[in-house]
């Protein structure tokens, strides 16, 4: 299976500021990353598809402009959360495509104050 | 729009007892059903079920897949404590949809 690491594991940030958020394949070269975002008691809801080398595709109702994705290498893809707010406090889980599943990150938790 | 329903949302037994989840679900482009265990953080990987009728297992858990009745089972026999989790059931191509997960608890 693939490893994942995500970076950082919790952060706090202020309203209006900018949070990057980091998701690494270890040990796997992914051409496909996802990012989810699982907000408290409810299940994983996938945000966008990153793409090594080209635009993330973002699921209906995310903001691209608010989530920025940047997928620049077969290892690491970036999102960066702009001008963060209260309700985007969450837990936001990447995961990696193999051939045959996806594997997950530790996920990292938001808290916009 | 693709869709997954986890039954029952959640359930509360005693150590040692057997236990059932189910998913069902409605999309439109199949190629696998996954199941996820997520204690604190991000889900770890059970099982992936492609074929119907073909029974997985590992240790006390086990899993399988009705491709024409659009639905999946996990069960966990002689439960234990650290089996306490929610249960998340995912399907799709590339891009998964989850089923809003069986919070399962189990009472020492």
């Known amino acids: 299976g693939a490893v994942v690491s995500q970076h950082p594991s919790r952060v706090i940030c202020k309203s209006g500021t900018s949070v990057k958020i980091e998701c690494r394949s270890l040990?796997?070269?992914?051409?496909?990353m996802f990012w989810y975002r699982q907000f408290p008691k409810q299940s994983l809801m996938l945000m966008a598809t990153?793409?090594?080398?080209?635009?993330?595709?973002?699921e209906q109702g995310v903001e691209k402009d608010k989530f920025l994705i940047n997928h620049a290498s077969l290892t690491l893809s970036t999102l960066t959360v702009t001008s963060a707010h209260p309700e985007d406090s969450s837990f936001y889980i990447c995961?990696?495509?193999?051939?045959?599943?996806?594997?997950f990150g530790p996920g990292t938790r938001l808290t916009v104050t | 729009e693709d869709k997954v329903v986890q039954s029952p949302l959640s359930l509360v037994v005693h150590e040692g007892d057997t236990v059932t989840l189910n998913c069902s679900y409605e999309v439109t482009n199949f190629r696998s059903l996954l199941w996820y265990k997520q204690e604190k953080k991000a889900p770890t990987f059970l099982f992936m079920l492609t074929s119907s009728g073909i029974e997985k297992k590992s240790g006390r858990l086990s899993s399988i897949l009705d491709k024409k009745e659009l639905f999946s089972i996990l069960n966990i026999t002689a439960t234990q404590t650290g089996d306490s989790a929610i249960y998340l059931c995912a399907v799709g191509n590339e891009k998964l949809t989850f089923g809003t997960g069986t919070r399962l608890t189990i009472i020492p």
């Open positions: 990153s793409n090594e080398g080209s635009k993330a595709t973002y």
């Open positions: 995961s990696v495509q193999t051939l045959r599943e996806q594997y």
């Open positions: 040990d796997f070269q992914a051409t496909t």
